[in-house]
């Protein structure tokens, strides 16, 4: 009797086992056929673009016409290119202008509206300000870029005319004409335009942080300044790298900003890797050329965001084990 009820209570656990395993299956399958579609799309408009861009660049090729097969000498050629090094340096410049900065803005301003403007006047005003930054990322960059033309030209523009009615004249420059300045020009207009999004991503991650660890803090006298370097740089760590990331990525493939305030120059002086492959594509019809530029900067900016993944999943890993 004991056998027969031993059996019977372990064939109940096996259907049920089995009805357990067609559940979690049928789940993921499901879950499958809402991934396909993204999964088309990812191999339509990145992967295959991607590979029959990789496989040009070891060709030599106008355009029109039969390719004719190169190996790999668009990539020793591109080697030994000083322009190309010369915009991957102009590269690295926008990644202080378009990460770096605006990080450290982004985390100085989100601290100091979520913890004083929001504390004495109102997380609504905090709210304007915060709108109010983020409005250069909503612009298209195109608008943005054709505005700062207008308020940098070198006869009437805005910049020039305000630093005359206040008496100085004679900082009047030619902000973007000037080789020596249009690099740090452009720079500080993708500073403006940057800043804005990792504000945003900063104040809410700080939606997450104890409040009690400010107040604990506070009691103890710890000042802003103390509050901020002690409790709010460690708690929102995996959003300080995915805005790294995030904006490093931005800044290496930057080309609008690029092409509507300067169209790389004066004299190359703010040309980019991204730009650089573009006019090799279309102005020199050097297709093979310009798809090998366009190859190793997109084997750069996937080696970044392997590394910022990487370090965001640390810290978060990290964090988890700090909690309780």
């Known amino acids: 009797m004991t056998v027969t009820v031993e059996r019977t209570a372990g064939r109940g656990r096996a259907t049920k086992d089995r009805r357990r395993y067609g559940s979690s299956r049928r789940r993921r399958d499901s879950y499958t ?12 408009v990145i992967v295959v673009p991607f590979l029959m861009n990789t496989g040009v660049s070891f060709t030599d090729w106008e355009g029109v016409g039969t390719p004719e097969w190169t190996g790999l000498a668009n990539y020793r050629e591109l080697m030994g290119d000083s322009e190309f090094w010369a915009s991957f340096r102009h590269s690295l410049f926008m990644v202080v202008a378009m990460a770096a900065v605006p990080t450290a803005l982004g985390l100085v301003l989100a601290a100091a509206l979520f913890d004083y403007v929001g504390k004495y006047f109102g997380s609504r005003w905090a709210a304007v300000l915060r709108a109010c930054f983020y409005l250069p990322q909503v612009l298209p960059i195109a608008v943005a870029g054709i505005v700062w033309s207008w308020i940098l030209a070198p006869d009437n523009g805005s910049l ?7 008496g100085l004249g004679s900082w009047q420059q030619d902000w973007l004409g000037d080789p020596d ?6 720079m500080g207009v993708m500073v403006w335009v940057q800043v804005g999004f990792p504000l945003v991503v900063f104040m809410a991650g700080l ?29 929102i760590r995996p959003e300080i790298y995915v805005v790294l990331t995030w904006c490093s990525i931005a800044a290496l493939k930057v080309f609008g900003a690029v092409y509507v305030l300067t169209k790389g120059g004066p004299g190359g002086a703010t040309n980019v890797p991204s730009y650089f492959s573009f006019t090799t594509f279309f102005e020199k019809t050097q297709v093979g050329y310009g798809a090998a530029i366009s190859t190793v900067l ?27």
Not at 33 to 44: D, M, N, R, S, T
Not at 181 to 186: C, M
Not at 305 to 323: F, M, N, W
């Open 33 to 44: 056929l809402f991934l396909l579609p993204g999964v088309l799309a990812f191999l339509a």
């Open 160 to 166: 020039n005319e305000v630093l005359k009615a206040v």
């Open 181 to 186: 300045l249009a690099l740090y020009t452009v």
């Open 207 to 235: 939606q997450r942080v104890d409040p009690q660890l400010y107040e604990a803090a506070e009691l103890d006298g710890a000042g802003w300044w103390r509050r901020f370097r002690h409790i709010t740089l460690p708690q």
């Open 298 to 324: 997109t084997v750069i900016i996937l080696a970044l965001s392997l590394i910022g993944l990487k370090l965001q999943t640390r810290a978060e890993d990290t964090e988890e084990g700090i909690r309780p």
